[in-house]
């Protein structure tokens, strides 16, 4: 069995002189159930992340509606031979992100103004929310901007030698 890994989806984006219309989400194109979805407005140098539900797990699908970003996932199956890798993705507008489940999300602002639109396959269960802290020095993750904002949540997460001690498997 192979598994899932991250990637951006394309999708139609149809233009015309009064602006465009995109296809967001085709079941048969990706056959996932989502079931609840949110939107988040950040300005710029905000980091948001790394979080992940350790139970009710969640396919994600990101999708920009304006600015710019660095999305950055963690695999967190143990089974994976990814297992620990950070992937990196750099989002503008109308792009869409595929996450797969067992991944912990993340996203750095690079624009004034982003707003992102999330899908999700389960619905957000505030007592299983977890994460990794942004700055753990074994993920090696370099990011573009020195100061970065960061809500105190996030700044008080499990380092990945945490997640390992507390979670057997994702």
Known sequence: MSLE?????KTNCY????GYLQEIYLKKNLK??????????????????FHFQSKNQQVKLIYLVKGSLLDIVIDLRRRSNN????????LREKNILY??????????????????????????????????VWNDKNLKIKFP??????SKKDKELNTFHEFLRKFKSL
């Open 99 to 132: 996450i797969p489940k067992g991944f912990a999300h993340g996203f750095l602002t690079l624009s004034a103004e982003n707003i992102l639109l999330y899908y999700m396959t389960n619905y957000r269960d505030a007592k299983n929310e977890n994460g990794i």
């Open 15 to 18: 233009y015309d002189k009064r």
């Open 32 to 49: 996932k159930n989502f079931k609840f979805s949110l939107i988040t407005s950040s300005r710029r140098n905000v980091f948001r992340g």
């Open 5 to 9: 890994i991250p990637k951006i989806i």
């Open 145 to 150: 901007v020195k100061k970065l904002i960061i």
């Open 83 to 90: 297992f620990g890798k950070a992937y990196r993705f750099k």
